[in-house]
Nanobody, 123 residues
Framework: QVHLEESGGGSVQAGRSLRLSCAVS????????TAWFRQAPGKEREGVAS???????YYHDSVKGRFTVSRDNGKKMIYLQMNNLKPEDTAMYYC?????????????????WGQGTQVTVPS
């Protein structure tokens, strides 16, 4: 069973940065697709960034140029560097993993989920 645990959330002023981390345990070679999602109160969960086993990346238009997703397969870690944060980035952030190597921002394609870490950017 794959277990994901996020950390690094917090409250920061607009324009500042945060780095989220996701520790993956129970990882097997088949569990190769990973992504970050977020969900704001009253809104649907949306994909933010996805990264394949070989480091290919895919971003939601709203975060391109500001967020960077990365992974360390040896350490079984996934990261989301968030720069120039905006109030509209306020949400619970989740990391997710799939059973196949994929780039996707659709939640239906990911089987394993963490519990989330809150990011708040006051307006």
């Amino acid at each position: 069973q794959v277990h994901l645990e996020e950390s690094g959330g917090g409250s920061v002023q607009a324009g500042r940065s945060l780095r989220l981390s996701c520790a993956v345990s129970g990882y097997t070679e088949r569990n190769v697709g990973t992504a970050w999602f977020r969900q704001a109160p009253g809104k649907e969960r949306e994909g933010v960034a996805s990264i394949s086993i070989n480091g290919l990346t895919y971003y939601h238009d709203s975060v391109k140029g500001r967020f960077t997703v990365s992974r360390d397969n040896g350490k079984k870690m996934i990261y989301l560097q968030m720069n120039n944060l905006k109030p509209e980035d306020t949400a619970m952030y989740y990391c997710a993993a799939s059973d196949s190597d994929r780039l996707s921002l659709h939640a239906v394609n990911f089987k394993y989920w963490g519990q989330g870490t809150q990011v708040t950017v006051p307006s």
